[in-house]
């Protein structure tokens, strides 16, 4: 019995996550959902307040979520188009598709049975998922 593993994108963690019971069904062995960025860091926390806080990360914090950066590091992430909203999105053009102006930063991983393979990318992609 030889195990296939697919990574899918999304873009959201609802449309991920909106298959997975469709991928348990045809008893995948390990199904795992990640976010992954450019810089580091879990987000903002919603209760973060930066005029009531005295250890204000910097801007890269509030709009990139990047935390645990040296001073130069956020001075510099800061520059980013992103941070400062700046960007026109033209550069998150997908390939596949060039009418989606939309970034995929959610990561479905499956390991399943190599019979359950094909079922496993319709499902996938019926959830929106690219792979």
């Known amino acids: 019995m030889a195990e296939k593993s697919i990574l899918a994108y999304f873009q959201s963690r609802q449309q991920a996550e909106s298959c997975v019971p469709k991928l348990k069904a045809l008893r995948a062995a390990d199904i795992q959902i990640d976010q992954f960025g450019e810089y580091p860091g879990h987000g903002v926390e919603e209760t973060f ?46 390939e596949d598709d ?19 393979y094909d079922q496993a990318l319709r499902v996938i992609r019926e959830a929106g998922g690219n792979i």
């Open 98 to 116: 060039p009418e989606d102006m939309t970034r995929r930063d959610i990561l479905l991983t499956v390991v399943l049975d190599e019979a359950a």
């Open 49 to 94: 307040n930066p005029l009531s806080n005295s250890d204000f990360p910097g801007l890269a914090y509030l709009t990139l979520g990047g935390s645990g950066m040296s001073q130069d590091a956020r001075i510099l992430t800061a520059v980013d188009v992103d941070a400062s909203g700046m960007a026109d999105g033209s550069w998150e053009l997908l």
